[in-house]
Structures are given as C-alpha cells and as structure tokens.
C-alpha cells in the first residue's frame, strides 16, 4: 500500500526558510511525478510545484516562484520542498501527492497523497 509521509513543517519568521521532506513508500517512487499542494484555513487547497517522474519538468505556482524549489532524490524515494523568503500568506497545512509520470500540473488529479504538515509563518 502506497503511503506519502510528509515532515519538515514549523513555526518560522518571515523572511525564514523551510525544507519540507515527503518520503514515499509502497509505490515506484521513479515512475512518479510529485506534487506539493496547501490549504490555508478557510481557504481552497492550491497547487504550489510539481516535478514530472524524471525531474526533467518543474512547475511552481507564480506566489512561489523564485522563493521555493521543488526536488527528488529517486534513490531515496522522497521529494523536497525548499521555501525560502517565507511570508505570513505561506501559512497553510502542505501536502505531498503522487500521480504516475507527469503532474498535469496545475491539476490537482494525484493517486495518493501525504496526512499533511503545518508551516506557519510569522509576521
């Protein structure tokens, strides 16, 4: 069974960084594409990046770009999430997903996804 395990999230300033971790089980990791997605509190859930399978395609949502980095390290089955530059509107709970090969991005289509963590960010 598929399982998405998400880490990495906390409290930090504004102006501070993240690293977000999703390790994957269950599942050939390098066969498919990553997505971060969030949910603020009262808020629809967003697309934030994507990388395809083969980390050959990235795609970040424009309020990220620049500031967050999507990767994958298929020999260790997880995906990262680097935020830097954070602002209090990056306040939300992030999820990892999976989809086989490509993101469909900004679709949020994916087959599995994590439980979540919290980064909140502090003005």
């Known amino acids: 069974q598929a399982q998405l395990v998400e880490s990495g999230g906390g409290l930090v300033q504004a102006g501070g960084s993240l690293r977000l971790s999703c390790a994957a089980s269950?599942?050939?990791?390098?066969?498919?594409?990553m997505g971060w997605f969030r949910q603020a509190q009262g808020m629809e859930r967003e697309s934030v990046a994507a990388?395809?399978?083969?980390?050959?395609?990235?795609y970040y949502a424009d309020s990220v770009k620049g500031r967050f980095t999507i990767s994958r390290d298929n020999g260790k089955n997880t995906a990262y999430l680097q935020m830097n530059n954070l602002k209090p509107e990056d306040t939300a709970v992030y999820y990892c997903?999976?989809?086989?090969?490509?993101?469909?991005?900004?679709?949020?289509?994916?087959?599995?996804w994590g439980q979540g963590t919290q980064v909140t960010v502090s003005s």
């Open positions: 997903a999976a989809r086989p090969y490509t993101t469909n991005w900004p679709k949020s289509d994916y087959y599995y």
């Open positions: 269950g599942l050939t990791f390098s066969s498919y594409a």
């Open positions: 990388v395809d399978w083969n980390g050959a395609n990235l």
